[in-house]
T-cell receptor, first 115, second 115 residues
Framework: DTEVTQTPKHLVMGMTNKKSLKCEQH?????MYWYKQKAKKPPELMFV???????INESVPSRFSPECPNSSLLNLHLHALQPEDSALYLC??????????????FGEGSRLTVL | DAKTTQPPSMDCAEGRAANLPCNHS???????VYWYRQIHSQGPQYIIH???NNETNEMASLIITEDRKSSTLILPHATLRDTAVYYC????????????????FGKGTKLSVKP
């Protein structure tokens, strides 16, 4: 199984709503990532979890709250978002450790629209 | 900021080789060159990576210059399904439990394969 599964594929929410994006992998990877991608732009790194601990937060606003409940799951909790937060949110995972290829496996993304 | 420079777009005839250049003149000795591609509305897909030797796999070949300041990704027989944005990225392969070497995307090259 070389898949990273993201749900939901599409999400529409109002600015006062609370919602979550979910990501799951069963490749035994110990690093997981959230990226944000606006239309016609490259993906931008948001968060990195390594061994279930948050290791990188790229100065992301607190209305985005990541959570890694176990090594296979990664959530992104959303609250009080703005219309400019509308984007494709990509989850990725990778093996960690010396001698690995460093390849990231990406999911298909969750397309978020904030009204 | 991304450490690579790529042409914004390229065209290639179907069945011909596509040669995608990348400049990375500030690459460090412990940084690898990675190539990913993103087909419209999908998550990025790993293609190949290398340190200083040329590499080949079932998808592509990677040619790195001797001074490592530039590289070329070669798709030997491009098909319409190879139409995508191709990203050249330099990064350190992460060590055990490390948060280094995260994948930072530049603007990429939009490759259009035409019949």
């Amino acid at each position: 199984d070389t898949e990273v599964t993201q749900t939901p594929k599409h999400l529409v929410m109002g600015m006062t709503n609370k919602k979550s994006l979910k990501c799951e992998q069963h490749m035994g990877h110990r690093a997981m990532y959230w990226y944000k991608q606006k239309a016609k732009k490259p993906p931008e790194l948001m968060f990195v979890y390594s061994y279930e601990k948050l290791s990188i937060n790229e100065s992301v606003p607190s209305r985005f709250s990541p959570e890694c409940p176990n090594s296979s799951l990664l959530n992104l909790h959303l609250h009080a978002l703005q219309p400019e937060d509308s984007a494709l949110y990509l989850c990725a995972s990778s093996q960690d450790g010396t001698g690995t290829t460093g390849e990231l496996f990406f999911g298909e993304g969750s397309r978020l629209t904030v009204l | 900021d991304a450490k690579t420079t790529q042409p914004p777009s390229m065209d290639c005839a179907e069945g011909r080789a596509a040669n995608l250049p990348c400049n990375h003149s500030t690459i460090s000795g412990n940084e690898y060159v990675y190539w990913y591609r993103q087909i419209h509305s999908q998550g990025p897909q790993y293609i190949i990576h290398g340190l200083k030797n040329n590499e080949t796999n079932e998808m592509a070949s990677l040619i790195i210059t001797e001074d490592r300041k530039s590289s070329t990704l070669i798709l030997p027989h491009a098909t319409l399904r190879d139409t995508a944005v191709y990203y050249c990225i330099v990064r350190v392969v992460p060590n055990y439990g490390g948060s280094q070497g995260n994948l930072i995307f530049g603007k990429g090259t939009k490759l259009s394969v035409k019949p």
